[in-house]
């Protein structure tokens, strides 16, 4: 589902109200039945989140920050664990550079340590805001394949100002502008309207 608008328009405000990170003023948001208000323990436990500015520990390699987010992801046995690193960097093609220390990490390649910490868990919905601001035009199809990739499993919710940035992939969209959504529908309806 891509949630698309201009800069200011809310898109961040509403990701962070889906994620239980901010309380709404006024209506309800449910998550696969579960509210966002009462019930956000069991909504964290669904959701994988990529905020807008994603800063992973510099100093750590890749599969350590995987790891500790896994922990808190409540991933105790240490096999499991591993073995849900491991899954998580490939889905993202991080595993050639698991052991490199983030600092160490293009821009494109620390977006995809984000994703990789949004599904270390398994989560059947992914809540992407502003994935591609500041990448380079190749790092963002790359970005845009692995989303793809990604949405053959889970339901994948990205919030962005740049129409190209949904892809092919997108099925679902809303226009929001103001904090309203101005349009609801297909990307082709979109385009025809």
Same mark, same amino acid.
């Given at each position: 589902f891509g949630l698309l608008g201009p800069n200011g328009a809310g898109k961040s405000t509403l990701m962070r109200i889906v994620c239980t990170l901010l309380v709404p003023?006024?209506?309800?948001?449910?998550?696969?039945?579960? =509210?966002? /208000?009462?019930? &956000?323990?069991?909504?964290?436990? &669904?959701?994988?989140?990529l905020p807008q500015e994603f800063?992973?520990? %510099?100093?750590?390699?890749?599969?350590?920050?995987? =790891?500790?987010?896994?922990?808190? *992801?409540?991933?105790?046995?240490?096999?499991?664990?591993?073995k849900r690193v491991a899954e998580a960097l490939e889905a993202v093609g991080l595993t050639a550079v698991a052991?490199?220390?983030?600092?160490?990490?293009?821009?494109?390649? /620390?977006?995809?340590?984000?994703?990789?910490? *949004?599904?270390?868990? =398994?989560?059947?919905?992914?809540?992407?805001?502003?994935?591609? /601001?500041?990448?380079?035009p190749e790092e963002r199809l790359r970005f845009r394949n692995v989303m793809a990739q990604l949405a053959q499993s889970r339901v994948i919710v990205l919030s962005t100002h740049i129409v190209a940035d949904l892809g092919g992939t997108c099925s679902d969209l809303a226009l929001?502008?103001?904090?309203?959504? /101005?349009? %609801?529908?297909?990307p082709a309806q979109l385009l025809r309207n």
């Open positions: 003023t006024a209506g309800t948001v449910t998550v696969l039945g579960h =509210d966002t /208000v009462r019930e &956000r323990s069991a909504v964290r436990e &669904r959701l994988g989140y800063s992973a520990w %510099r100093l750590q390699r890749c599969d350590e920050v995987i =790891d500790t987010m896994a922990r808190l *992801a409540g991933i105790r046995d240490k096999t499991q664990r591993a052991d490199r220390k983030v600092k160490a990490l293009s821009g494109g390649m /620390v977006r995809r340590l984000g994703v990789a910490q *949004a599904l270390v868990h =398994d989560p059947p919905v992914i809540i992407v805001d502003e994935p591609t /601001v500041g990448l380079d929001i502008d103001g904090g309203k959504v /101005v349009f %609801r529908g297909s």
